[in-house]
């Protein structure tokens, strides 16, 4: 399998001064080079492909900011991993819906409905969890667990935990629970 990890649009800092110089055609969308360049990528390889994906372009559209349509992006995919990191919703999102504890399970878990929904019967999802303390008042081996059992619940295909500094110490923690 190969894995296209964050294939994208920078989105951070002052991306108004971006300029790209390859870029002939104004109108053309940013989610379009991506998805030209998948398709050639499909077309050229055979094994299996992965694509991580914002787990946030489940809910909104994202492709002339980032340049990633969910939809588009699943016709060349094998498998999607969306990003559902509870702690980049906002502290807002969904914060009426259920209590803080019980909110990172409900966020993975309608993302990843949102997700096996928008990759139809093109690719299997495999979300990445949430594996770091950002922004998360119930930060612990709960936490964990609940990102888990949502994701079983909603039928992925697996998932992967993902933390920069590589420490996995809550999620063996959680497992061992």
């Given at each position: 399998e190969i894995q296209f990890d964050y294939i994208r649009f920078p989105s951070d800092g002052p991306i108004e001064r971006?300029?790209?110089?390859?870029?002939?055609?104004?109108?053309?969308?940013?989610s379009e080079p991506i998805?030209?360049?998948?398709?050639?990528?499909?077309?050229?390889?055979?094994?299996?492909?992965?694509?991580d994906i914002y787990g946030i372009t489940g809910?909104?559209?994202?492709?002339?900011?980032?340049?990633?349509?969910?939809e588009a992006i699943a016709e060349y995919a094998d498998v999607l991993c969306p990003m559902v990191y509870p702690s980049h919703f906002g502290t807002t999102?969904?914060?009426?819906?259920?209590?803080?504890?019980?909110?990172?399970g409900l966020l993975v878990g309608e993302s990843i409905a949102r997700a096996r929904m928008l990759a139809g019967e093109n690719a299997l999802v495999r979300p990445y969890l949430q594996a770091f303390n950002l922004l998360?008042?119930?930060?612990?081996?709960?936490?964990?667990?609940?990102?888990?059992h949502?994701?079983?619940?909603?039928?992925?295909?697996?998932?992967?935990?993902?933390?920069a500094k590589g420490d996995y110490d809550m999620v063996v923690r959680a497992m061992k629970k």
């Open positions: 971006c300029r790209f110089r390859h870029k002939k055609d104004l109108s053309i969308f940013k998805i030209d360049f998948l398709r050639k990528a499909r077309e050229s390889l055979e094994v299996p492909i992965s694509i809910w909104y559209h994202f492709g002339n900011r980032i340049g990633q349509d969910f999102f969904y914060r009426n819906k259920a209590s803080s504890e019980e909110l990172p998360s008042p119930t930060w612990g081996p709960d936490y964990i667990q609940k990102q888990i949502a994701a079983e619940e909603k039928g992925t295909n697996g998932f992967s935990f993902w933390n």
